[in-house]
């Protein structure tokens, strides 16, 4: 188990390539339970890549540490119970059911050859329900919508009950009541000792759920920080590249195309 008193991940000059596409130069982070980081930029600058080097699936330099151990120093299995993944496209290679779907996150938990538990069952029927999927448990995986898919897929992650969270893009394929829903889903995942990092794309949407942003700005370059601290109409649009308005309605800050 992560130690408690330790940031769930942590990056100290951290160096993150991809072919000519270099990602981050130097990055130093601290993940603590109860952030909730967004991952932001334009396409192509590295944002998966690096979630994946921080997941321990692409090669980077530096320090890279979950619960204050180098994470090349965890068992395969026991990383598995700390950090959970959430790859950018979800493969459904074999038929199967929803359930059987979101039963695989209970792997990591499991002895070899050891079969699901009625306890594995309830924790995937939970994360079902989380996702609005309480009916579909019996359902053939390859004959949902993509957004459904999307669900399915974080559903299973939910099942598997890591204390670190790392999604890449989790709202492609979701209508806008699907959106909001798996934000402040996990909002309740971080509020309950949890850190969670996604890969999103709406600026918006950023601000509502995030604690922390970082941000790549191409060429290794990144700031990160809190929401108050990182965010600004300068900051995004020199990230995305193109000038942005700042709104207020009183309670929220919007930015929106100049």
């Known amino acids: 188990m992560a130690d408690a008193a330790s940031p769930l991940l942590c990056a100290r000059a951290l ?24 991952i932001l930029g334009r396409n192509g600058v590295g944002k998966s890549t ?11 330099h530096g320090r890279l540490e979950c619960g204050g151990r180098a994470l090349s120093a965890w068992p ?40 699901e538990s009625e306890d594995d069952q309830r924790i995937a029927a939970s994360a079902l329900a989380a996702m609005g999927l309480a009916g579909f448990a019996r359902r053939n995986v390859q004959t949902l919508s993509g957004g459904e898919r999307q669900r399915v897929a974080i559903a299973a992650l939910l099942a598997q009950t ?15 009541a699907g959106q909001i829903a798996v934000l402040d889903h996990f909002r309740g995942v971080a509020a309950g000792g ?23 700005f191409g060429e290794g370059d990144w700031l990160a920080g809190s ?5 600004s109409a300068e900051i995004f649009g020199r990230a995305l590249g193109h000038p942005l308005h700042a709104l207020h309605d009183g309670e929220r800050l919007y930015f929106v195309p100049a």
Request: charged share 20%; proline share 7%.
């Open 15 to 38: 160096d993150v390539s991809v072919a000519q596409v270099r990602a981050v130069r130097r990055l130093d982070l601290d993940l603590a339970p109860g952030h909730r980081l967004a």
């Open 50 to 60: 690096l979630l994946a080097a921080l997941a321990g699936l692409h090669p980077s």
């Open 76 to 115: 395969a299995r026991a990383l598995a119970q700390l950090r959970g993944w959430l790859p950018q496209h979800p493969d459904d290679p074999f038929a199967s059911s929803v359930e059987e779907a979101v039963l695989v996150g209970r792997h990591p938990w499991l002895e070899r050859f050891e079969w």
């Open 162 to 176: 890591p204390q670190l969270y790392l999604l890449d893009e989790p709202l492609t394929h979701l209508d806008l």
């Open 194 to 216: 949890a850190a969670v990092a996604m890969v999103l794309h709406d600026i918006n949407l950023a601000l509502r759920w995030a604690s922390h942003l970082l941000i790549l």
């Open 227 to 231: 929401v108050a601290e990182v965010a």
